[in-house]
């Protein structure tokens, strides 16, 4: 099952609406609970980071017997520093993206502790790619 | 609500759940959403205005007492499956927000306490914190 979403940069209103349309598509599944949880966080991280940083994105999500891929991809300011992006604190958030209770530089620590694995690419003034795989049945890695 | 139970070196464990209705009545709360839920009962709270933070916690069915009043706080409760969200302070809680909530079963609950108040006052009841 494969589908793909769009996301526009600033849209705080709107920020978590395909996290929860997986949420619920992963239920019908019968997905494994801490499992489905576990991916849902790592997409709502990926979709706050996109509404926060970039202008617009495209998520698109494959769902497979064995494993759930997320390919979240932006146009935006990218990252300079990816390893520096990864640490918990840093952040380069605005004060409307704290107002909404973000910007405290958890969201990538947070992905990467809720996949199984991460992959992250970016081109500084042109955007940036993250991917993320998280197996259905554990140990399926 | 009070059970005993015994974990697997029969040691006898007490634990304390109380219904959002029991909580609520604790703090002046009044209910905005979903007051045919009111039975359901919590162990656990946590209490941040870091929806960042919220969303590290893995306990379920757990209590959010926050000041945060926004789309966002609903949605985090959302993906982290929290059943109640006290808002301290009386903060304004808009119509999207119930809407959001109601979708997702979540009570809401507003409170005139601040939010150490109200967490004083739960902790001190017997609610447990996570960390």
Known sequence: MQFRHKIS????????????????????????????KRIVIALYEGEVNVVAHAYSGVIDVDIDEIKIETTITDKGPGIADIEKAMEEGYSTATPQVREMGFGAGMGLANMKKNSDSMKISSVPGEGTT??????IKPNAG | M????FNSINQEITIIKMTISEIAKIIDGRVICCEDRLSTSVEYAFSSDLMSDVLTVEKENLLLIT?????????????SDISCIIFGRDKKIGEEMVLL???????????????????GELYKAGIKSIY
Not at chain 1, 30 to 35: G, P, Y
Not at chain 1, 130 to 135: G, I, N
Not at chain 2, 2 to 5: A, G, I, Y
Not at chain 2, 67 to 79: C, D, F, H, P, W
């Open chain 1, 9 to 36: 940069g600033g849209d705080f209103a709107r920020a978590g609406n395909i996290a929860s349309a997986v949420k619920k598509i992963l239920r019908q599944l019968n997905i494994d609970h801490s499992v489905s």
């Open chain 1, 130 to 135: 993250v991917h993320l795989v998280t197996y």
């Open chain 2, 2 to 5: 009070v059970e005993k139970c």
């Open chain 2, 67 to 79: 000041g945060l009043a926004n789309l966002q706080t609903i949605r985090t409760s959302e993906m």
């Open chain 2, 101 to 119: 909530a109601r979708e997702n079963n979540m009570i809401l609950v507003e409170s005139p306490h601040s939010v150490f108040h109200i967490s």
